[in-house]
Nanobody
Framework: QVQLVESGGGLVQPGGSLRLSCAASGSIFSINSMGWHRQAPGKERELVALITSSGATNYVDSVKGRFTISRDKNTVYLRMNSLKLEDTAVYYC?????????????????WGKGTEVTVSS
């Protein structure tokens, strides 16, 4: 079992910055990747940024040059600069991990409950 807890969301003006954090805990054997997804009202959830176990990163085109994902042990961060109105959404942390069980190990995908980011004047 794995728990992901996000923090750092809030209200910010256009052009401002926020830093989101996601702490993973539980019977984690290893982490394959961690990422951030977001969902705005009336839109589908989309991948924003991803970081693999090797440190490779990937971003959706709309945030390239503005957002930076990083990971330190079991915590993943998303630094968001130059925020725009269209960045307003609920941001969800995702972890693809190998977990320890009674009989061995298995892969699982886990999600946090989300943290709301509102960009507004």
């Amino acid at each position: 079992q794995v728990q992901l807890v996000e923090s750092g969301g809030g209200l910010v003006q256009p052009g401002g910055s926020l830093r989101l954090s996601c702490a993973a805990s539980g019977s984690i054997f290893s982490i394959n990747s961690m990422g951030w997804h977001r969902q705005a009202p009336g839109k589908e959830r989309e991948l924003v940024a991803l970081i693999t176990s090797s440190g490779a990163t990937n971003y959706v085109d709309s945030v390239k040059g503005r957002f930076t994902i990083s990971r330190d042990k079991n915590t993943v961060y998303l630094r968001m600069n130059s925020l725009k109105l269209e960045d307003t959404a609920v941001y969800y942390c995702n972890g693809r991990v190998i977990i320890e069980t009674e009989t061995g190990v298995r892969q699982g995908d886990y999600w946090g409950k989300g943290t709301e980011v509102t960009v507004s004047s």
